[in-house]
């Protein structure tokens, strides 16, 4: 399982943040690890590490890598590597990854899909 970067664990700042505070609709693209601690609707593209915090609410079509959820997450989610419920994670959704790693005491309802190394997501 690969490391999460220091940064997204509550160190230093990462490249891409939408703080607690900040509202965002429509297409959010990021081209570095990201985390989103606010709230969003709409889409989120993004090109590494996407991190959902505690205090976030998505409702949202997501494409990344790697997706970290611990807030609340309502939508789809597309990874080419892996999704991550913690603990504190509230999710509605359809999720399609690689690999897919529910904590204990996570919340989640909805569809999922896992698929070889080899197989890509499906895009639908």
């Not at 993004?46 to 976030?56: M, N, Q, R, T």
């Not at 990854?97 to 499906?122: I, M, Y």
């Amino acid at each position: 399982m690969p490391e999460r970067p220091a940064d997204l664990d509550g160190g230093a700042v990462p490249p891409c943040v939408l703080r607690s505070d900040a509202r965002f609709e429509g297409l959010l693209a990021l081209r570095a690890p990201g985390r989103i601690d606010g709230c969003v609707s709409g889409e989120v593209v993004a090109s590494d590490l996407l991190w959902i915090g505690e205090s976030a609410r998505v409702n949202a079509r997501i494409a990344a890598p790697e997706i970290v959820i611990a807030g609340e997450f309502d939508g789809k989610a597309e990874a080419s590597g892996r999704i991550e419920l913690l603990e504190t994670a509230r999710v509605r959704a359809t999720l399609d990854a690689q690999r897919l790693v529910l904590a204990e005491d996570c919340f989640f309802e909805g569809r999922c899909r896992t698929h070889p190394e080899s197989e890509p997501p499906t895009g639908d």
